[in-house]
């Protein structure tokens, strides 16, 4: 495919216009003239430099690569149609749908960036943390930085202890046999050669304790709404955990919040305060 670096310009330079920082969580501030979104901010949430977005708008530069185009797609919210658009504009074919995909539906982000005071996080099926709120991070460290297969809170939960120190120990028994569960009801439904099938066989051959579990044949295992999460200052928090599915992608938005009144309320207050100084 050839890039359409008028088109692809027009596209971006309409989309940044049309969106309000409010619109995808950044701060008004003060004194702002700029209509819609300036292009220092689109790079900010796209992960790149202010230079090379604006080169891109002013149809300079390199071709774009799929990985800085997907940056830019989730950066301005587009929907899984502006996305494509957007590839197809760069000159790439545009990445798969469904389960696979690690698009964030605008609307999922809509909710998301509005979490300001409390722990959430949106995952993929496979238990893979694509965006965490500041105080999710403080609450459990920073879980967007694994890559590979570790990325799968399932797969390090059997090959990296330190997984375990993040929950209560009564409820490690349970969330062993969970996760062995989930896994092995999304490798049956998404099938041989699914990056769940793959995990299953990655720890098939490197974790005796999920040979056992998984031997077990269990399925149907939910995640408990109840959480304990033990945090290295605060000690045990318990959240209750609500749970908003977007059906399209197959991700899953988490919201963690205390009782109000609870000590575990008062513990988030305090987080808040304390922030990931101690996590680091």
Known sequence: MIIDRTGMAEFLRRRRESLQPEDV??????????SGLRREEVALLAHMSTDYYSRIERERGPQPSEQMIA???????????ERDHLFRL?????????????????GLL????????????????????????????ALTG???????PERAIGYRWFTDPTTRLLYAEEDRAFLTRMW???LREMATLRGPGSRAAELAELLLARSEEFRQVWNEHEVGLRPRQVKHFV????????????????????????????APGSESYEKLQLLSVIGTQTLR
């Open 25 to 34: 969580g950044l701060p008004r501030g003060q004194r702002r003239r700029t």
């Open 71 to 81: 940056s830019i797609a989730q950066g301005l919210h587009l929907s899984l149609d």
């Open 90 to 106: 760069a000159g790439h074919t545009p990445p798969v749908r469904g389960p696979a995909s690690e698009h964030i539906s605008p």
């Open 110 to 137: 809509r909710i998301f960036d509005r979490l300001h005071d409390t722990p959430a996080e949106i995952v993929t099926e496979l238990g893979e943390t694509l965006r965490q709120t500041e105080l999710g991070v």
């Open 142 to 148: 920073d879980l967007t930085a694994y890559t590979g």
């Open 180 to 182: 062995a569960s989930g």
């Open 231 to 258: 945090h290295p200052e605060l000690g045990v928090l318990e959240l209750t955990c609500q749970t908003l599915l977007d059906p399209n992608q197959s991700h899953m938005l988490l919201v963690y919040t205390a």
